[in-house]
């Protein structure tokens, strides 16, 4: 996961980075959603652009992405688990280096996975057009990417002091939905786990890996968490993930794992990148 403490991943809420307006460069967590009355969230807040009528419309309703207040989407009524939506987004991209001007449209599916304190944002892109006085481009786009956590960070002084705890739940990508289990061992601040039932990459070990104080100064975030920890799949290759401590007792968990299949210059395959998401509670 390319850590950012922001929303939004390479392609910064189903739009490309080189537009040059969103909040920040990489995936990563933050602190913006609200919570209910009771403690639960109830909206999360989508990222800012500078960058002329960027809009995001999810489930039927439109969210402008210039505005502060029209960036909020409300998930009070949403049940929690893994839901799905078309999504289509636009916005004017200022052309560079004497390229005219164009405007960049992307369709395809966005995903929320919700918890009492915690929420996943996820997109497969599908279709990127492109208009501008050179006519009009239409092209396949391909990549599942989890494009934020929000939440209730749990601050370090919160967490078990003794103990171990596991954490069961769920594991996504696009469609595919399998079982996450991950124990944390608060004695040895330490943590390990696995990820089951997905055909497309087999088994998934989440080797254990140091449990740890994350501070951002600049997105305002100071949780607790695991970065970089070591992932292998049986069908897939190894990699990475990441994953948070949510809620105000280390309730839950929220995270990423990114997967990496080797290319062969035999076969002339590309490598390939896949991305998890990951959500547990205790």
Same mark, same amino acid.
């Given at each position: 996961?390319?850590? %950012? /403490?922001?929303? @939004?991943?390479?392609?910064?809420?189903?739009?490309?980075?080189?537009?040059?307006?969103? %909040?920040?460069?990489?995936?990563?967590?933050?602190?913006?959603?609200?919570?209910?009355?009771?403690?639960?969230? %109830?909206?999360?807040? *989508?990222?800012?652009?500078?960058?002329?009528?960027?809009?995001?419309?999810?489930?039927?309703?439109?969210?402008?992405?210039?505005? =502060?207040?029209?960036?909020?989407? +409300?998930?009070?009524?949403?049940?929690?688990? *893994?839901?799905? /939506? +078309?999504?289509? %987004?636009?916005?004017?991209?200022?052309?560079? !280096?004497?390229?005219? !001007?164009?405007?960049?449209?992307? #369709?395809?599916?966005?995903?929320?996975?919700?918890?009492?304190?915690?929420?996943?944002?996820?997109?497969? +892109?599908?279709?990127?057009?492109?208009?501008?006085?050179? @006519? !009009?481009?239409?092209?396949?786009?391909?990549?599942?990417?989890?494009?934020?956590?929000? @939440? &209730?960070?749990?601050?370090?002084?919160?967490?078990?002091?003794?103990?171990?705890?596991?954490?069961?739940? =769920?594991?996504?990508?696009? +469609?595919?939905?399998?079982?996450?289990?991950? #124990?944390?061992?608060?004695?040895?601040?330490?943590?390990?786990?696995?990820? #089951? $039932?997905?055909? #497309?990459?087999?088994?998934?070990?989440?080797?254990?890996?140091?449990?740890?104080?994350?501070?951002?100064?600049?997105?305002?975030?100071?949780?607790?968490?695991?970065?970089? @920890?070591?992932?292998?799949? &049986?069908?897939?290759?190894? $990699?990475?993930?990441?994953?948070?401590?949510?809620?105000?007792?280390?309730? =839950?968990?929220?995270?990423?794992?990114? *997967?990496?299949?080797?290319?062969?210059?035999? *076969?002339?395959?590309?490598?390939?990148? /896949?991305?998890?998401?990951?959500? $547990?509670?205790?």
């Amino acid at each position: 996961m390319r850590k %950012s /403490f922001v929303a @939004g991943t390479v392609a910064t809420l189903f739009m490309l980075s080189a537009c040059g307006g969103g %909040s920040g460069n990489g995936g990563g967590v933050s602190t913006e959603a609200t919570p209910t009355s009771k403690g639960y969230i %109830s909206s999360i807040v *989508l990222p800012k652009f500078d960058a002329s009528s960027a809009y995001i419309k999810i489930d039927g309703k439109t969210y402008h992405l210039d505005n =502060e207040v029209n960036r909020v989407i +409300d998930i009070s009524g949403y049940s929690k688990g *893994l839901h799905r /939506f +078309d999504f289509e %987004s636009s916005m004017n991209i200022e052309g560079s !280096n004497g390229k005219k !001007n164009y405007k960049e449209s992307h #369709t395809g599916k966005a995903y929320l996975y919700k918890q009492n304190y915690s929420v996943i944002l996820g997109a497969d +892109d599908q279709y990127v057009y492109k208009s501008s006085a050179d @006519g !009009n481009q239409k092209a396949p786009e391909e990549g599942f990417t989890i494009d934020s956590l929000q @939440g &209730e960070e749990t601050p370090i002084e919160a967490l078990p002091t003794k103990g171990r705890y596991t954490y069961n739940g =769920e594991a996504f990508h696009k +469609d595919e939905v399998g079982k996450l289990t991950y #124990t944390a061992d608060f004695d040895a601040m330490r943590g390990s786990g696995s990820i #089951t $039932g997905m055909p #497309t990459f087999g088994k998934v070990t989440l080797k254990s890996a140091e449990i740890t104080q994350v501070e951002d100064q600049e997105e305002d975030f100071k949780g607790v968490g695991v970065e970089d @920890g070591v992932a292998v799949a &049986e069908k897939v290759g190894s $990699g990475t993930y990441d994953l948070y401590f949510f809620g105000p007792k280390a309730e =839950e968990i929220v995270g990423v794992t990114t *997967l990496t299949r080797p290319g062969d210059p035999k *076969l002339e395959t590309e490598e390939q990148e /896949f991305e998890i998401g990951i959500a $547990g509670k205790r």
